[in-house]
């Protein structure tokens, strides 16, 4: 089954540095690859997700980019600020409704 | 758009005693999945519903675990009995069915077993 490891365990940034998480997967039949944001005491909250068929992708501060050959992807937050301090996931999957299969995930602190 | 919404949101038991999750999903959302969070882990599925139809449950132990979503909206997960090990997050998510991606979380079901 699928594998997905991620790098690293934590990681701590002063504030508006950017903050990289990359994550490796095994599966090369994967083609979801979403990134979650969990704060303490909440559910993960989706922030991003790029799918097999693009590169790269942004959404304001935060960008995935994603290298199917060598299986891995990941996430790039710019100009970080406190409230990006929690624990970001990543995740893969074969697409459609099928279950992801996360990363351990990076607890980012970020210090003001 | 209401979210995915779980009760309770803390629970405290001692072992051996049963223990039930609810969970409701987002509105005309038909793939229900329970997940298990563990403390500094990501989370691990536990099953996938179709509707009601439970179609990837292979992570579910049934000897002590259970799951139902009568007619494919609300669903309940059920311990019985808990043991020490099941201390954990329990995450409920939904998608849409067809061609959906996007799998929202609820706020989870935080367990404690004494």
């Known amino acids: 089954g699928e594998n997905v490891e991620q790098h690293p365990s934590t990681l701590s940034v002063q504030e508006g540095d950017s903050a990289v998480i990359k994550c490796t997967y095994s599966d090369s039949a994967s083609n979801y690859f979403p990134w979650y944001k969990q704060e303490l005491g909440k559910g993960p909250q989706l922030i991003i997700d790029i799918r097999s068929n693009v590169g790269e992708k942004k959404d304001q501060r935060i960008a995935v980019t994603l290298n199917k050959t060598a299986k891995h992807f990941s996430l790039h937050i710019t100009e970080t600020q406190p409230e990006d301090s929690a624990v970001y996931f990543c995740?893969?999957?074969?697409?459609?409704?099928?279950?992801?299969?996360f990363g351990k995930g990076t607890r980012l602190s970020v210090i003001a | 758009e209401a979210g995915v919404v779980q009760s309770p949101r803390y629970k405290i038991i001692e072992k051996k005693q049963p223990v039930a999750f609810w969970c409701n999903p987002i509105s005309g959302h038909n793939t229900l999945y329970w997940y298990l969070q563990n403390l500094g882990q990501g989370p691990e599925l536990l099953i996938r519903y179709e509707n009601e139809e439970a179609v990837d449950d292979s992570q579910l132990p049934k000897d002590r675990f259970s799951a139902e979503r009568l007619k494919g909206v609300d669903s309940t997960l059920k311990i019985q009995p808990a043991e020490l090990g099941d201390s954990a997050v329990y995450l409920c998510?939904?998608?849409?069915?067809?061609?959906?991606?996007?799998?929202?979380f609820g706020p989870g079901t935080r367990l404690t077993v004494t």
């Open positions: 998510a939904s998608t849409m069915t067809s061609g959906s991606y996007e799998q929202y």
């Open positions: 995740a893969a999957s074969i697409g459609g409704n099928t279950p992801l299969v």
